[in-house]
Nanobody
């Protein structure tokens, strides 16, 4: 079992910034994909960004240029730096990991419990 603990959510004004953290209970050297998903009220959960073991990253179009995903192998932690936040970014953000090379956003191996991000004035 891999435990994932998210932190860093909160209330922020439009245009503001937040940094989400996800600490893993194991060495992330053994993890292939680390990802952030989000679920907005009344909507399905969606993949926001992921980072591979080789630090290759990918983002959904709506956050490109505003969000940055990174990983700190020494701290077993993945981050999501969110800038220029918009009300439509309001959601519960979940950290998830895929251990192997065959993975899909809807079939991740382990999930965190989520952290709420609210963007509102």
């Amino acid at each position: 079992q891999v435990q994932l603990v998210e932190s860093g959510g909160g209330l922020v004004q439009p245009g503001g910034s937040l940094r989400l953290s996800c600490a893993a209970s194991i060495s992330i050297f053994s993890i292939n994909i680390m990802a952030w998903h989000r679920q907005a009220p009344g909507k399905e959960r969606e993949l926001v960004a992921f980072i591979g073991s080789g630090s290759v990253t990918n983002y959904i179009d709506s956050v490109k240029g505003r969000f940055t995903i990174s990983r700190d192998n020494a701290k077993n932690t993945v981050y999501l730096h969110m800038n220029s936040l918009k009300p439509e970014d309001t959601a519960v953000y979940y950290c998830a990991v895929a251990m192997g090379s065959s993975w899909s956003p809807v079939n991740m191996d382990y999930w965190g419990k989520g952290t709420l991000v609210t963007v509102s004035s």
